[in-house]
């Protein structure tokens, strides 16, 4: 069996995806320390922890691993449990860089990471169901700012009364975030009883959205019930009480007492629903690459030109040009992709097949290796064609219905991209 399976995504010597699969709210370890909060104390080694400074990660569950006709691991449209207290406390390579991270997991009753994971507390306190979201309650923080800057966040004299509120301040025009859509989100916080600021996706210098299914129970549920309803643009004030926010067990290494409500301020960059595509006039691919039929949400066609010898090197050809920023190494991106044989054109696998994105985090080693090349500094927004040598795809290894030193063509929409958990 081949070290790498014949979707872009690569297994250990045991056919099975790596662990992790999480959503996560990153925070730099320095923003911790400027906010006031003491930074974590003794965190566990990650398998490859780097020297810097580990971020702090408001994360999910473990993600269930299906298995996809191809026979890799995928991932599903729906499925997890709600992240919401603080159950191990877990260092990963921070994919791309050498910085650390911390991810906060809902205790299962098993294991949530791999075997060096420490859990946080010794007694796992119950867990009180989620109230029912109110867009009011009797007092509410007070906001200042526009979309797409870091908010201000005033809270009244009165203590928060226990509502889970989720209220819209301005509305977007965009598309409207459904259950299980692909969310891109800036954020900035505030411990409501104890007025510290809690660092945000906008005290980064170079600060990029975070990335997450909407509603599907991967992240703590003031932020994976937040969304849903609401339009890509909005502005949305969250009050999340213990139950919505880390529970019982509080937050030890953001300063959060099991007794406090947390403020949020989400602007939703974007949603892209699981069948998404890419949509536009395409730019014709150079004579001696493979030409490019666009069928809607269907499989691209892929025609090989006869005659062309397999290269030696990664070709690349931007087919249409995206907006967005460019994808940087250890990003999360949500794509939809075909792949083909260069030799003849036969499609050996597509995610449009199965109407769901598939999402990598580049710069990590989980894709081979001509995806994490071709997707790295291209833009948000646009459809590439590569042609990947044997030499940077599965090599001498055969796999599934890819023979051996196969030169592959795949043509890439990248939807979005953000801060993911990825480990």
């Known amino acids: 069996m081949s070290e790498k399976l014949s979707s872009p995504d690569e297994a250990d ?3 099975q995806l790596r662990p992790g699969d999480r959503e996560s709210i990153v925070v ?3 923003m911790l320390t400027q906010a006031g909060w003491a930074p974590p104390a003794n965190p566990a080694p990650g398998p490859a922890a780097g020297s810097g400074e580990a971020p702090q990660v408001f994360a999910s569950t473990q993600r269930k691993v299906d298995q996809s006709e191809a026979g890799y691991a995928e991932d599903p449209g729906s499925s997890g449990r709600l992240g919401a207290i603080l159950g191990t406390v877990l260092a990963v390579l921070l994919i791309g860089s050498a910085i650390t991270m911390y991810e906060v997991n809902k205790d299962s009753g098993k294991p949530a990471a791999k075997s060096d994971a420490k859990p946080a507390a010794t007694d796992t306190p119950s867990q009180d169901p989620v109230p029912p979201i109110k867009d009011n309650a009797k007092a509410l923080p007070t906001v200042t700012g526009d979309f797409g ?4 966040i005033t809270v009244p004299q009165d203590k928060p009364d226990g509502t889970f509120v989720v209220k819209e301040l301005s509305a977007g ?4 975030v459904e259950k299980g859509n692909w969310v891109s989100i800036d954020y900035t916080a505030l411990d409501w009883n104890t007025g510290k600021e809690i660092p945000g996706s906008y005290d980064e210098k170079a600060g990029k959205p975070q990335l997450f299914q909407a509603d599907s129970g ?4 003031a932020l994976d019930k937040a969304v849903a309803g609401h339009k890509a643009g909005s502005r949305v004030l969250v009050v999340a009480p ?9 937050n030890s290494q953001l300063g959060i007492a099991a007794t406090d409500s947390l403020v949020f301020v989400l602007d939703i960059r974007q949603a892209t629903a699981p069948d998404a595509v890419l949509s536009g006039e395409m730019t014709a691919p150079p004579a001696d690459m493979p030409q490019v039929k666009d069928n809607g949400k269907k499989p691209f066609d892929i ?6 010898p397999d290269p030696t090197e990664l070709k690349s050809h931007v087919l249409i040009q995206g907006k967005g920023r460019k994808v940087e190494a250890g990003e999360k991106v949500v794509v939809q992709y075909t792949g083909a044989l260069y030799k003849d054109g036969k499609k050996f696998d597509s995610s449009l097949d199965r109407n769901q994105a598939y999402t990598f985090a580049t710069g990590a080693g989980s894709v081979i290796e001509g995806w994490d090349k071709g997707v790295v500094g291209q833009n948000i927004g646009s459809r590439i064609e590569l042609v990947i040598p044997a030499s940077l795809a599965y090599k001498d290894q055969a796999s599934g219905s890819i023979p051996a030193n196969s030169t592959l063509v795949f043509v ?4 979005d991209a953000g801060v993911g958990g990825e480990d």
């Open 412 to 415: 890439i929409d990248i939807l």
């Open 28 to 30: 730099p370890a320095e």
């Open 242 to 250: 213990p139950a919505a926010a880390f529970g019982a067990q509080g």
């Open 173 to 176: 025009s965009g598309p409207k």
């Open 149 to 152: 800057s870091k908010a201000t």
């Open 13 to 15: 010597n045991t056919g």
């Open 303 to 308: 025609t090989p030109v006869p005659g062309v």
């Open 218 to 221: 991967k992240l703590i549920p």
